[in-house]
């Protein structure tokens, strides 16, 4: 089955760039996504990105994929100290669950 | 609109009991998702509903079971509960043609085995 995987955890200082990794197993997946875990919270859908796609622009949201090397990158710029969470990427592969990443947990310093 | 309500927000039960997890999903979703997140392990598939029917299962013992009501919400049932079941339980749900929009998630129930 499909197989995700990211780092763990990703530190940066406030206003600088985060980018986040995130690489796949299955070459049929057709959606993939970015979810947000708040301290205490459910996730929330940041941005997703079809499989015909290579770059998605969302304000301060940037998705990458590269489809040959099975590779999904989140860039989030000018990161901010609410920016610290944790991010999932998910990936949908057909007529089953998302699968999810087991998720990269970003420090932001002030 | 109201988002996917869960219930209750947090549980405490002793080894051996029994646990009961409520969901309601979006109006107009038909689909209910339930995931398992322990710490560390990530979002772990538990069950997939959808129009009543179980579509798909998670590598999870046949002690987690739960069901799909007319009205589309959901309860996650675990028996015989284990120390290792104390975890975070978050409830999705989608439109049928889930990967399109994505799953829309509560904010879980956090359940504590002592």
Known sequence: GEDVEQS?????REGDSSVINCTYTDSSSTYLYWYKQEPGAGLQLLTYIFSNMDMKQDQRLTVLLNKKDKHLSLRIADTQTGDSAIYFCAVYSGNTPLVFGKGTRLSVIA | EAGVTQSPTHLIKTRGQQATLRCSPISGHTSVYWYQQALGLGLQF????DEGEERNRGNFPPRFSGRQFPNYSSELNVNALELEDSALYLCASSIRTGGLYGYTFGS???????
Not at chain 2, 46 to 49: A, E, K
Not at chain 2, 108 to 114: S, Y
């Open chain 1, 8 to 12: 763990l955890f990703l530190s940066v």
């Open chain 2, 46 to 49: 538990l069950l997939w509903y």
């Open chain 2, 108 to 114: 879980g129930t956090r359940l504590t085995v002592v």
